[in-house]
């Protein structure tokens, strides 16, 4: 019965003695006051009173957010500013014994940082340097936190806050600008407008030109395929007509049709042919050689006067 009871109080003592460390976490132990190892995620003996749990550290990515603190800049403008720290532990016994509190003086460093970058900048930089700001003190605190153990992967600034005054401004000037690029846009809309109606008409009366000259081009076409075939006409007639080999009398008649057709025209002016000319003149001799055409009266003879006067008769 006594060795049971032993029994049980070893069991006992060694499951007291028996640590698990949970996974991403390290145990520093401390043997008899001083620095031994440190432990990784598994299963592990701890002697009692000799050894002990120093610092239990988490390994896993951890936030600092920094509350809004007053920095000023290069021109002199206080703003409020609040940060956002992310970083990890790479070494736990130097997290362990680098610092005494190492979370606190990394956020005092984070202060520091920001105060001295910013103060180097004017309130215009600052607000649009964002990026820079960040690497600036990502690489600042990485490079100074080693020694505590402490793996800074990125800084980000959450909140930038100006006066009331430098907001109004910065407001008043916004919408400046805003109406500056709606004037700008409508103007440049109404230049737009104006160059594509332009456009427009010039097209149409290039179109209408060319319409035109097309309108053109296809009625002198027709008027010129019009006189060719009435000279066809006529040149298929006078070949026909020289072909049936006339006879004189049909040639005189065909000078008398012309000299009709030509005095029934507009024209002032008739050119009469010198054919027409010498066939006028020979009507005219035998005319007045025959007789043939004198039908003019004589004229009338002169009364007698009468002698009125009284003595006389």
């Known amino acids: 019965m006594e060795i049971l009871i032993i029994l049980a109080v070893v069991v006992a003592a060694l499951l007291l003695c028996l640590r698990i460390v949970p996974q991403a976490s390290e145990h520093v132990i401390e043997r008899l006051g001083k620095y031994c ?6 299963l592990h003996f701890l002697i009692p009173v000799i050894d002990r749990v120093a610092k239990r550290v988490t390994l896993k990515e951890q936030v600092l957010d920094s509350p809004p ?3 000023i800049t290069k021109d002199n403008v206080t703003m409020q500013i609040d940060t956002v720290v992310y970083f990890k532990v790479f070494d736990a016994m130097l997290f362990t014994y ?3 509190n ?3 003086a990394l956020s005092n460093l984070t202060a520091t940082t920001l105060r001295n970058i910013v103060g180097e900048l004017e309130l215009d930089d600052t607000l649009t340097s964002r990026d820079t700001i960040n690497g600036k003190m990502t690489e600042i605190l990485d490079s100074a936190t080693d020694q505590w153990g402490i793996k800074v992967n990125r800084v980000e600034l ?6 009331a005054e430098i907001q109004n401004a910065m407001e008043k000037q916004m919408k400046a600008e805003r109406d500056r690029r709606e004037t700008l846009l409508e103007a440049e809309g109404h230049k737009a407008a104006v ?6 008409d010039k097209q149409a009366m290039i179109l209408a030109a ?3 000259r097309d309108a053109r081009i296809a009625r002198a076409e027709g008027e010129a395929k019009a006189i060719l075939l009435a000279k066809k006409a006529e040149a298929d007639g006078i070949a026909a007509l020289k072909a049936a080999n006339p006879d ?3 040639l005189e008649l065909k000078k008398y049709e012309a000299l009709v057709a030509m005095s029934n025209g507009t024209a002032s002016k008739i050119i009469v042919p010198t054919d027409a000319v010498e066939m006028t003149k020979a009507n005219v001799l035998f005319s007045e050689t025959s007789g043939l055409g004198d039908v003019t009266n004589p004229a009338p003879k002169k009364p007698s006067k009468k002698n009125n006067d009284i003595c006389c008769d």
């Open 158 to 163: 959450k909140n930038i806050i100006p006066p």
């Open 248 to 250: 004189f009398g049909v």
């Open 210 to 212: 060319e319409g035109e």
């Open 195 to 200: 160059i594509t109606r332009a456009e427009g």
């Open 37 to 42: 190892k440190t432990w990784d995620a598994g």
């Open 98 to 100: 680098g610092a005494v």
């Open 102 to 104: 190492p979370i606190s």
């Open 69 to 71: 603190q007053p920095v």
